[in-house]
C-alpha cells in the first residue's frame, strides 16, 4: 500500500462531508450538525516569520463555531484564521478543534519545524602572528539575529550571556579573515 497525500485525504473529507449533510440532514434536530476539520500540509518556517494559519472546516449544522488553536509552544487564539510567530527553532504540534454550541466537535493537527537562524560569527580582522605571541580575538562583530524592529528590520545585538572574545596563547603563526 503507498503513501496518500494529505491533499487526496481532504478531497475525501469535502466529499463525506457533502453526504453527511445531505444524510443527517433528515434525522438531526434543527441546528445540530456534523463538522469536518482540516488544516494543511506540514508547515516549514524561519524563527521570528509571522505564519498565518488557515483551515477548511465543514460544517452541516446551523449553529456558530467556537475555533480553539494550541500552537505547541503554549500559546493558544480563538480566531478563525490566526497568525502566530516562534521565537525559538523546534517542531511545535499545531491543533484546531472546531467545536459547536451543542458540543460537537472536531479536531486535526499538522506540524510546524522552525529552523534556527544561524548567527553570525566574527573573530576580528586578519592576522599574522609568531611562535610564542599572546593573540586577542574580539568577537564584537559577531550577531545573532534577534526578533524584528519596529520597522521590519532585524536587530544586530550582540547576546550578552554568550562570551564574545577570548585570549589564547598560540604555539604557531595562524592567520585567518573575516
Not at 491533499?7 to 463525506?16: H, K, M, N, R, T
Not at 516549514?44 to 494559519?53: G, K, N, V, Y
Not at 490566526?82 to 486535526?108: F, I, R, W
Amino acid at each position: 500500500m503507498g503513501f496518500i497525500p494529505r491533499s487526496a485525504v481532504a478531497c475525501v473529507l469535502i466529499i463525506l462531508a457533502l453526504a453527511m449533510i445531505f444524510v443527517f440532514h433528515s434525522d438531526r434536530a434543527d441546528g445540530e450538525g456534523v463538522i469536518l476539520v482540516y488544516l494543511g500540509e506540514d508547515i516549514l518556517a524561519q524563527e521570528d516569520a509571522s505564519i498565518s494559519f488557515i483551515s477548511w472546516v465543514s460544517y452541516s449544522g446551523t449553529k456558530g463555531l467556537i475555533y480553539s488553536w494550541a500552537f505547541g509552544d503554549g500559546s493558544t487564539s480563538s480566531a478563525q484564521a490566526p497568525t502566530h510567530t516562534y521565537t525559538k527553532g523546534g517542531t511545535y504540534t499545531v491543533t484546531l478543534t472546531v467545536e459547536d454550541s451543542d458540543g460537537v466537535q472536531a479536531s486535526d493537527v499538522l506540524e510546524v519545524t522552525v529552523l534556527n537562524v544561524r548567527p553570525i560569527a566574527d573573530a576580528g580582522g586578519e592576522r599574522s602572528v609568531f611562535e610564542g605571541t599572546t593573540v586577542t580575538f574580539d568577537g564584537s562583530g559577531s550577531w545573532d539575529i534577534g526578533p524584528l524592529a519596529a520597522g521590519g528590520e532585524r536587530s544586530r545585538e550582540v547576546d550578552p550571556a554568550v562570551p564574545m572574545s577570548t585570549e589564547s596563547s598560540v604555539g604557531r603563526t595562524r592567520s585567518g579573515s573575516k
